[in-house]
Each structure stands twice: as C-alpha cells, then as structure tokens.
C-alpha cells in the first residue's frame, strides 16, 4: 500500500530546545525522503530530502534520519527559534509500474513558545 | 528568478460548475505537478505533466484534468464540483529532466484556494 504516517500532529516546544517530527512509510521500495515546511499563506517549501543509500543528512539546525529495516524517518530540529513555526510535512516516493509520485504524511504543526 | 505563480488565489464556485487554474513554473522548468491540499486528507498528488503530456497520475476521478502548454505553463480543470472539492490547490514546478524525475526538487506555488458552495 502507499500510506506515510506523521506523528504527532501538534508540537509545542519551548525555544532554543529541540523538536523531533517521525514518519513511517509502508512501501518498502520507497528511495526518496523529502520534508517540507508550510507556512501560512504560502505553499510548502522543501528544507532537506534525504535518499535510501544515507542514514542521516544534516544541515545546520536541520537533521533527518532514516532507518530503511523499520521503514521510519525522522526530522530533527535543534535550537529552536520563532520563525521555526510552521506545518511540517514529511513525504516519500511511491513509484508503481513506472507511475511515480511523492506521498506525504498528515503535517505537524509546530509551535515554538519564546 | 521568479517563483511559481498561480492564478488566481481564490476562487468561489457552486455545485455543478466547472472551474480551471492556472500554473505558471519556474522559467526553465518543465515539469509542473499538481496537488490538493485539504484539513481532512492532506496534500495528494493530482497529476505531473513534462513536455505537454501527463507523466504521472494521482488516484482522482476524471472530473479533474490538466494540461501544459509549450511555455509548460499548465492548467488544471475541475468539471462538475462537488462541496468536497473545496481545498487548497498547489502546483509545483522541477526541472523535470533527471534520470529520478520523482527525487528532483519540487518548488511550490502559494496555491489557490477554491470554495465550492
């Protein structure tokens, strides 16, 4: 099946401390990872992908994992900030007789609290 | 560069209307899919269009079809609306030319927010 779960679907975390967003995906030929951030009013912005061959990516305060055996990944955030408040949605590739798409989970919604 | 627009932002119809929007990509990209943004099912994949033929396919009824033009400006129509098509549409644009067409960076549009009455 092509199913991507997102937990938890709120998230309220003090700032300067650390968020932690979790996927799992259930098509084991999944290769490709993305995670977008949405802010109001605005369409979804990709702030770090990560494939099947690497285990964790990192890019500043930004850090994704990947464990392929269990089928999850994880989005990592640390030294929160304001502007770090948004909808985050995590995704991954579904590609099924040659039609391919990207499937994304439910969206977290972040709050950092000064 | 400019970014993806979407025209227009919003967008109020009634039952039974057909509706069409607009998606204008990144100058230089070729791919443009499009998606439904809704509270209760999320962000689903409509469809992906490359060099004005539908590449890929999301799992929605043929009331919804899309094209691309030569320019790979691309359009999306909804024949026949029903309340439930009330949503957030996003288009997104890629190069489109790789050989993992599906792990190319998608940019999104602001999208356009249509409400079915």
């Known amino acids: 099946g092509e199913n991507v779960e997102q937990h938890p679907s709120t998230l309220s975390v003090q700032e300067g401390d650390s968020a932690v967003i979790k996927c799992t995906y259930s098509?084991?030929?999944?290769?490709?990872f993305p995670w977008y951030k949405q802010e109001l009013g605005k369409g979804p912005q990709l702030i770090i992908d990560?494939?099947?061959?690497?285990g964790e990516k990192k890019d500043q305060r930004i850090a994704v994992t990947l464990n392929k055996t269990a089928k999850h990944f994880s989005l990592h955030i640390t030294e929160t900030q304001p502007e770090d408040s948004a909808v985050y949605f995590c995704a991954a590739s579904i590609s099924n007789f040659g039609n391919e798409k990207l499937t994304f989970g439910t969206g977290t919604r972040l709050t950092i609290i000064p | 560069k400019a970014g993806v627009t979407q025209t227009p932002r919003y967008l109020i119809k009634t039952r039974g209307q057909q509706v069409t929007l607009s998606c204008s990509p990144i100058?230089?990209?070729?791919?443009v899919s499009w998606y439904q943004q809704t509270p209760g099912q999320g962000l689903q994949f409509l469809f992906e269009y490359f060099s004005e033929t539908q590449r890929n396919k999301g799992n929605f009824p043929g009331r919804f079809s899309g094209r691309q033009f030569s320019n790979s400006r691309s359009e999306m129509n909804v024949s026949t609306l029903e309340l439930g098509d009330s949503a957030l549409y996003l288009c997104a644009s890629s190069h489109g030319t790789g050989p993992l067409v599906i792990e190319e960076t998608q940019y999104f549009g602001p999208g356009t927010r249509l409400l079915v009455l």
């Open positions: 990560i494939r099947s061959n690497v």
């Open positions: 098509d084991s030929a999944s290769n490709y």
């Open positions: 100058s230089g990209h070729r791919s």
